[in-house]
């Protein structure tokens, strides 16, 4: 039966759930408590369910266990809900393959009074998910030999059982699992708990002690198998694994240096564990890192709504085993489109630019801030902005390939009157030591070699004449031992005046540096509360992208429910066209778990506490971003979908979206039929010269003003396409730049850094 809560009063003087009479009683007459004085308990290791980590595995619909029971006592954790304390427990678990309505009914033969908990865990945290409050579905302390339990099991979950039985004397335990709605397939429990923690080593004595800190950020994935797991702000990891000896596994760090970081051994990072049978098993990992500081940035929002604020996390970290000292964190807006409203945080202003000072940043120490920023309503939807990230200072002692040359190439793409123009640009810190050979394509065809060696800091054009229907694209090769890019590339069609300003949404950013990050998002009005995107968005109405593409997938949730919701689970299965080991968490609005296994991504909110939309809307919305690559696929065009389903507690499943990107050879750019006045400014932001690219016919005046209208330079163009302006003179700020032939009037606005 189950307890009824009648005293609140009761409930705060015991601290613990309130029993009957005769629950009292018989926990007073327990013979195990008369055992525990006399210390006379026999202690139970290696027997299978004597406690969690040996939890004996379910896997049919009516399953008699024989002789449990046998003089003993075992930990069941500090979450025994109902029961108050844990005479003689055995575990069981299992999960099933699709949601299924039951009844489960629990019988001792003989009939003996016994009493039950029953956890339900995300995939992979173990019997680490049953020391958690909220993790509890069931409980009841009775005194009937029959105990039963009706509810929706549902699949990605593992359900822990834990029956426990006062007479101690040996029995058996039939279960039995009656279905209401839906089939009952179970799966096969893991039999392996793989735990530790991952630990900053600065002594090398291969022990966690001192100013050894805690390393996380990083994931623990089971060699020969598609299965990781992300370590906690702890530094702690738990994997749940079948029958596995001998297992190996290995650890890397969630971010984009291409770094091999050792063991206290000075060995790679692979450990091994030799498992004797059924239990946990635990291996502490000392990192040694790179003797340098290594800064990484990111930033994310969940939504870009057009006359709303939206909210924006910001992450940063030093993944070094060197403090990276007056560490700075830098977002750059453009003004006339996204408007910071607030700063969790300090923060200084200089134009566009929005500085925070985050301070000395110990190894392997991380920190997180957050802005609300605004949409103008000015910005149309389905247009897009863009928010970018930087961190800084960049150590001198970077561990970076001796052979690289320090060069760091960026692309941009715009139309002249007949022709699309292509810029390169190196924002790297060093010149380029060879010259490399840029490709120019059109559609999937390459039609021309151009040599490209630049300075730090020079830039070049490549201009081609225009066709009608003819996509463009520009690909550089980064010299040698680029540890960030391979190819710097932009791609666009201008026959009929098309024009792309900076990086477009349907491209890959290419901001690969860790210190770097660029937030691109598509503005929207209405939304779909629980969704699934991506970038690339891709171009057109098929949404084309490369093969070459990353895929970085959004999943969005809210509560829109009349009430609060305790556990949010969300189930992503990748198809055959992504590759789950390359899978990289970009950012999150909640402590999480998550495992990958096979092909299936389970993320999970436990404890989350997410209010309802009504009560609050801002606060009802959660996501979940990550990163994954494209298989080397020997088909040059194919479909990538993907969908999650988001269970809220113990309800049906909601299905997102389908989010499908089409593969092609070359992207069909749409353009306008009418040839019309425009123009272009790239770089933009710049720090010196700007160059401005138009068809607009014969003479034109340009004046750039400041934001109230002030003149602040002036001058006359005859006829000319391509020109570039000096503003090295110019205050660091935003400026409007117009062009005008007399008839026509183009502005566009130009940030100066």
Not at 360 to 375: C, E, H, K, R
Not at 421 to 428: A, D, E, H, L, S
Request: aromatic share 10%.
């Amino acid at each position: 039966m189950k307890r009824i809560f009648t005293s609140l009063i009761l409930i705060l003087s015991l601290n613990i759930f309130a029993q009957s009479d005769a629950d009292l009683i018989k926990m007073q007459n327990n013979p195990m408590n008369q055992i525990r004085e006399l210390g006379l308990l026999q202690s139970r290791d290696g027997e299978i369910g004597f406690n969690c980590a040996t939890a004996i595995p379910v896997v049919s619909a009516n399953s008699n266990f024989q002789g449990l029971f046998n003089n003993g006592d075992a930990e069941v954790g500090p979450y025994y809900a109902c029961l108050v304390s844990n005479p003689n427990p055995t575990w069981f678990k299992f999960s099933v393959t699709e949601q299924v309505q039951v009844q489960i009914t629990m019988t001792s033969t003989p009939l003996l009074d016994i009493d039950y908990i029953l956890y339900g865990v995300a995939p992979g945290t173990g019997c680490a998910g049953v020391y958690s409050a909220a993790n509890i579905i069931n409980c009841s302390f009775s005194l009937n030999p029959i105990e039963m339990h009706q509810g929706i099991l549902i699949p990605d979950m593992d359900y822990y059982l834990l029956i426990t039985n006062f007479s101690n004397t040996p029995c058996n335990i039939n279960l039995n699992f009656q279905t209401f709605s839906g089939n009952l397939n179970f799966e096969v429990g893991d039999a392996f708990i793989f735990t530790g923690n991952i630990y900053n080593d600065q002594n090398s004595n291969c022990i966690q002690d001192g100013s050894d800190v805690a390393v996380s950020s990083g994931i623990v994935h089971a060699l020969g198998t598609v299965l990781s797991v992300p370590v906690m702000a702890d530094g702690s990891y738990s994997l749940a694994l079948p029958s596995y000896n001998n297992q190996q596994f290995t650890y890397s760090l969630m971010n984009n240096y291409a770094l091999n970081f050792t063991d206290c051994n000075n060995q790679p990072l692979i450990w091994q564990y030799n498992a004797p049978g059924f239990g946990i098993y635990n291996y502490d990992v000392g990192i040694i890192g790179v003797d340098c500081a290594l800064p990484a940035v990111s930033t994310f929002s969940a939504f870009a709504r057009r006359c709303f604020t939206n909210g924006r996390n910001v992450s940063y970290g030093n993944f070094g085993s060197q403090p990276l000292l007056n560490a700075t964190v830098k977002l750059t807006y453009d003004l006339s489109e996204v408007i910071p409203v607030s700063f969790s945080v300090p923060f200084t202003q200089s134009g566009n630019e929005f500085t925070v000072q985050v301070g000395d940043l110990a190894p392997f120490q991380t920190g997180i801030f957050y802005v609300v920023d605004s949409v103008r309503c000015e910005n149309g939807i389905g247009s897009s902005v863009s928010i970018t990230a930087e961190i800084s200072p960049i150590p001198e002692c970077l561990p970076l390939p001796n052979n690289w040359d320090q060069s760091d190439l960026i692309t941009y793409t715009a139309c002249a009157i007949d022709n699309i123009v292509f810029q390169v640009q190196n924002i790297g810190t060093g010149a380029m030591a060879n010259g490399v050979d840029a490709v120019v394509y059109a559609n999937s065809t390459p039609i021309d070699t151009v040599n490209i060696q630049l300075l730090a800091g020079q830039s070049t054009i490549v201009s081609v004449p225009s066709q009608n229907n003819v996509t463009f694209t520009l690909i550089v090769p980064e010299t040698d031992s680029n540890p960030y890019n391979q190819t710097s590339w932009a791609s666009g069609e201008c026959y009929g005046g098309e024009i792309f300003d900076g990086i477009p949404p349907f491209l890959m950013p290419q901001d690969q540096q860790p210190f770097l990050d660029q937030d691109i998002q598509v503005v929207i009005g209405a939304y779909d509360p629980n969704d699934k995107n991506a970038i690339p968005f891709g171009l057109t109405d098929n949404k084309y992208i490369l093969k070459t593409d990353d895929l970085e997938y959004t999943i969005r949730f809210q509560n829109t429910g009349s009430d609060t919701a305790f556990n949010i689970v969300v189930i992503d299965e990748f198809l055959a066209e992504l590759d789950p080991s390359t899978f990289q968490l970009i950012g999150t609005s909640h402590p999480y778990n998550y495992t990958i296994q096979g092909n299936k991504l389970t993320i999970q909110f436990p404890n989350v506490l997410l209010p309802d939309s009504a009560s609050n809307p801002d606060g009802s919305i959660g996501y979940f971003v990550f990163k994954i690559k494209q298989i080397n696929n020997p088909l040059d065009a194919y479909l990538v979908d993907n969908e999650a389903k988001i269970y809220f507690d113990f309800n049906e499943p909601i299905t997102t979206n389908l989010c499908r990107r089409e593969v092609a050879p070359k992207l069909p750019l749409s353009v306008s039929t009418a040839v019309t006045s425009q123009f272009n400014l790239f770089p933009n932001p710049t720090s010196d010269l700007v160059t401005i690219s138009t068809n607009m016919v014969g003479n034109a005046l340009i004046n750039i003003t400041d934001l109230q209208g002030r003149l602040i330079l002036s001058q006359l163009v005859a006829n000319q396409h391509l020109f570039t302006i000096d503003l090295s003179e110019l205050s660091q700020g935003m400026y409007l730049i117009k062009l005008s032939n007399g008839n026509q009037h183009l502005v566009k606005r130009l940030v100066k850094n």
